[in-house]
């Protein structure tokens, strides 16, 4: 894989020449290689031929909408940045961006008509810093030369008041431009062969992780982020359970997170390779759960064990009802089906409290603690009073 393939590429689509025009100048000053189309029929061709890490789009094209065209960007799995470039009124601007995130696009910013040049500068500064980051052969390397690094949330048992688990987290620290986030690095792994690599290093460590914790009297099931990509292999049962069995540890002690938008694509070749998961007593929770496309009938045919309800439910419950009842319902949805409700994001005490009156399982947030490294974790268990004893610690 070329590192040209994620150089920086910007696509404008706009029907205005002298919009257009404009971007495209401000684009290659910022050294993006830029192309501009005022044709939103060959759109969708357009974006994958060119491969534009980031994209402005002109809300208001001749014969289509901007809405239109961010349908078919979803339905093409676009992850470019997209700024959006109209001289609506913010309402309108605000809406179609919800409407993007929640078509899972990266809506990254607004560019209201008429602009600033320097405001157009400062974002695409920043995309091109993020974008030059992320280079496949960077990454390559630095898994080879160890600088990946695991780092662990702790998960609360609502009903023991006790840390029961924690989440193991990837982070790149990179020679020149420092720590690098999993948002960054894991779908520039994923568009590559790179992302079974990271699986395979993750379950690895965090089962090495797991040995040590229990030699020191540490009961923590250990929680690992794997790929959708990881569950098309049917190789990946057998190598995970090595990595266990490496370890010395039993793979009850690990559950495997499989985000929910992409656990639901390839019902059949997905079913069998996380039935073997199961089969070799691996747990499987569902993450992010109420943001995708999962169905419930999927949900209850598969077999998951535990379903995390995503952060940004958990995160506004106290203060939207919507929210609210969406994650009272997934707990109660998970009660019925057997499986374990795990509430991820919880920043406060109020939510805690909330969660705990719900019946939920399991909480994880930077209330109860931040993701830090393994060596923190025992101290971190040993300082911390559950709410009945007076607050989080
Ligand atoms: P996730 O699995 O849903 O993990 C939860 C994310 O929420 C983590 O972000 C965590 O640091 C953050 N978080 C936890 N509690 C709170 C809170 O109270 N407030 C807020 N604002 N955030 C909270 P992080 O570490 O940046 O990871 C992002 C995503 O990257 C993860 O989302 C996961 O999907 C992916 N990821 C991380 N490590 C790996 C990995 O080893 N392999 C794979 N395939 N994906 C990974
Ligand atoms: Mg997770
Ligand atoms: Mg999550």
């Known amino acids: 894989?070329?590192?040209?393939?994620?150089?920086?590429?910007?696509?404008?689509?706009?029907?205005?020449?002298?919009?257009?025009?404009?971007?495209?100048?401000?684009?290659?000053?910022?050294?993006?290689?830029?192309?501009?189309?005022?044709?939103?029929?060959?759109?969708?061709?357009?974006?994958?031929?060119?491969?534009?890490?980031?994209?402005?789009?002109?809300?208001?094209?001749?014969?289509?909408?901007?809405?239109?065209?961010?349908?078919?960007?979803?339905?093409?799995?676009?992850?470019?940045?997209?700024?959006?470039?109209?001289?609506?009124?913010?309402?309108?601007?605000?809406?179609?961006?919800?409407?993007?995130?929640?078509?899972?696009?990266?809506?990254?910013?607004?560019?209201?008509?008429p602009f600033r040049l320097e405001t157009l500068r400062e974002m695409l500064t920043q995309f091109s810093r993020i974008s030059k980051k992320a280079s496949a052969i960077d990454l390559a390397d630095g898994i080879t030369n160890g600088q990946l690094f695991l780092e662990y949330q702790l998960k609360l048992d609502c009903v023991l008041g006790l840390f029961t688990g924690v989440e193991a987290l990837a982070r790149w620290r990179h020679p020149i431009h420092g720590l690098i986030r999993p948002d960054e690095f894991i779908p520039l792994a994923e568009e590559t062969d790179l992302i079974h690599r990271i699986t395979d290093w993750a379950v690895s460590a965090a089962a090495e992780q797991s040995a040590v914790w229990q030699a020191r009297n540490l009961d923590l099931s250990v929680a690992v982020n794997i790929s959708a990509k990881d569950i098309e292999d049917l190789d990946l049962p057998e190598r995970l359970h090595g990595h266990c069995k490496e370890a010395k540890i039993d793979t009850t002690s690990?559950?495997?997170?499989?985000?929910?938008?992409?656990?639901?694509?390839?019902?059949?070749?997905?079913?069998?390779?996380?039935?073997?998961?199961?089969?070799?007593?691996?747990?499987l929770s569902i993450d992010d759960f109420g943001t995708g496309y999962s169905s419930l009938t999927q949900l209850q045919r598969l077999p998951f064990s535990e379903i995390k309800i995503d952060q940004s439910f958990v995160m506004q419950m106290t203060t939207d009802l919507g929210c609210q009842t969406i994650v009272e319902i997934i707990i109660n949805l998970a009660s019925k089906l057997g499986l374990k409700s795990v509430a991820e994001g919880v920043e406060d005490g109020v939510t805690l409290n909330a969660l705990i009156d719900m019946g939920c399982d399991l909480a994880q947030g930077y209330h109860l603690s931040r993701p830090v490294a393994p060596d923190r974790i025992p101290e971190l268990i040993a300082s911390y009073q559950s709410p009945k004893m007076g607050g989080a610690a």
């Open 1 to 113: 894989m070329s590192s040209e393939l994620f150089g920086n590429r910007l696509l404008v689509i706009d029907d205005e020449p002298a919009f257009g025009a404009l971007i495209r100048k401000v684009g290659e000053s910022c050294g993006f290689e830029v192309l501009v189309t005022d044709d939103p029929i060959s759109f969708s061709k357009t974006v994958q031929s060119f491969g534009p890490t980031v994209i402005t789009l002109d809300l208001n094209m001749p014969g289509t909408d901007g809405v239109q065209l961010l349908r078919s960007l979803a339905a093409d799995r676009c992850a470019a940045h997209l700024i959006l470039s109209s001289g609506a009124g913010g309402k309108v601007l605000e809406a179609v961006m919800r409407l993007g995130h929640e078509r899972g696009l990266k809506m990254s910013g607004v560019l209201p008509k």
């Open 254 to 283: 690990i559950i495997l997170e499989v985000t929910e938008t992409d656990a639901m694509r390839e019902p059949v070749q997905m079913m069998d390779v996380l039935t073997r998961l199961r089969l070799k007593d691996f747990r």
